[in-house]
Structures are given as C-alpha cells and as structure tokens.
C-alpha cells in the first residue's frame, strides 16, 4: 500500500525558511524520480523540484529555482524540500510524488493529504 506523508508546513513570514519532509512508503525512492508539486488557493496544482535517481540531478521551476532546495534520503525512504528566501506566492499546499508521472492505481492518481506552507507579507 503506497503512502505519501508529507509535513514541516506552517506560517512564516517572507523572507524566512522552512524544510518540508515526505515520508514514502510502498514505492521505493532509490529506484524512482521524485518530484515535490504544490497547489495555491483557485489555481493548478504545478510541479516545482524533481530529484533524480543518482541524487546528485535535480530540476527546479524557475519561480522557485535558487531559493529551493530537493533532496532524498533513500536509507529513510524520504525526500525533502528545503524553502529559503519564501515569498508571498510560494502559499500552497505542497506535495511530494512519483516522477514523472504520480503514482496512480487503476489510472487515478494518488496523492498524500500535503502539507500547508503559508507565508506572511
């Protein structure tokens, strides 16, 4: 049974940090692309940070590119996601999933319940 767990959300204020963790199991990280996505009130849900099997490749969306930071422990089977410099429009819940394409199961996709990020002016 696959499970997404992500946490490390809260409120802050611009220009502050935080590090979000997602625990993964029934997929194994070390053998999987991974990606952290997000989704801000009223708008898509939209791909920010993708770490990659050798763990030294990632690719992060411009909006987000110097300021985050994607990273994976496969001993503990969890991806994280380092946010630095955090902006107003980084608000959103995020969540972690397979790449390229989430996990899904009889072609729905499955996601975890996310973890809010909410960032204060």
């Known amino acids: 049974q696959v499970q997404l767990v992500e946490s490390g959300g809260g409120l802050v204020q611009a220009g502050g940090s935080l590090r979000l963790s997602c625990a993964v199991s029934?997929?194994?990280?070390?053998?999987?692309?991974m990606n952290w996505y997000r989704q801000a009130p009223g708008k898509q849900r939209e791909l920010v940070a993708t770490?990659?099997?050798?763990?030294?490749?990632?690719n992060y969306a411009d909006s987000v590119k110097g300021r985050f930071t994607i990273s994976r422990d496969n001993r503990k089977n969890t991806v994280y996601l380092q946010m630095d410099s955090l902006k107003p429009e980084d608000t959103a819940v995020y969540y972690c999933?397979?790449?390229?394409?989430?996990?899904?199961?009889?072609?729905?996709?499955?996601w975890g319940k996310g973890t809010l990020v909410t960032v204060s002016s």
């Open positions: 770490t990659y099997i050798s763990g030294y490749s990632t």
């Open positions: 029934g997929i194994i990280v070390s053998i999987n692309d």
């Open positions: 999933n397979k790449a390229p394409r989430p996990f899904s199961v009889n072609g729905i996709d499955y």
